[in-house]
């Protein structure tokens, strides 16, 4: 079976952490929410998405609105978004070893492909888009059955612990990579098949996890 990796975009494969964090801040107030300084970021790492979003006075029932709003401001921006270094040659030499890859994200598909298109990366065999906050499983499973995948030949590579525990209620493996949302701090207590810190280290987890030579 060809191995399949589905990536997620933002904080996987497009560093637009700074983006988001500087919009949010910029709007935290009319969403009756508080401005998070980066130097707080691990502190919020350690606590989770829910309890990070309470202790940020988000209220649920503004959280859809807000992370809308925030889309929708992204692309207006995504000019100044650049790919992680290195993060483009390793979808290259992984897809020419044999690998289909694949993108699942809550970002608008055509400003993905717009960033793709800009910044030299190879061609992907899908691309998904999926405006949800906590269905990625379910996504993951339609993936798979829309394209004929055994779990066993999938692994998706995600930067946040709710990427971890969706690919765990997938029954697919899973890579966490530190450089994203989640950092060293958010993914350790997770149990991911794979933590790497680099992408160099990312396609070294891949070759291996395939059983492929590196």
Do not use: C
Not at 5 to 34: K, M, P
Not at 118 to 137: N, Q, R, W, Y
């Amino acid at each position: 079976m060809k191995p399949t990796v589905i990536f997620d975009f933002d904080g996987t494969l497009a560093n637009t952490l700074e983006l988001v964090a500087n919009i949010y801040n910029e709007h935290a107030a009319q969403f009756g929410a508080r401005q998070i300084d980066m130097n707080e970021f691990d502190e919020y790492r350690k606590l989770g998405y829910k309890k990070a979003t309470k202790k940020a006075g988000i209220r649920w029932t503004v959280l859809p609105r807000m992370v809308l709003f925030i889309s929708k401001e992204m692309k207006a921006h995504m000019g100044s978004v650049k790919p992680y270094d290195g993060i483009v040659q390793v979808l290259k030499d992984i897809q020419q070893a044999g690998m289909t890859i694949g993108v699942l994200t809550s970002n608008d598909a055509q400003l993905v492909r717009d960033f793709f298109d800009a910044h030299g990366f190879p061609h992907f065999d899908f691309i998904v888009s999926e405006k949800t906050l906590f269905g990625k499983d379910k996504a993951l499973k339609r993936i798979m059955k829309r394209h004929g995948l055994a779990h066993e030949q999938v692994l998706y590579v995600g930067d946040e612990p709710r990427d971890i525990a969706a690919s765990h209620k997938a029954g697919i493996r899973v890579v966490g990579v530190t450089w994203g949302v989640g950092g060293r701090v958010g993914l350790e207590p997770t149990k991911a098949d794979a933590q790497v810190d680099t992408p160099r280290e990312l396609k070294e987890a891949l070759f291996k996890m395939n059983g492929l030579p590196h």
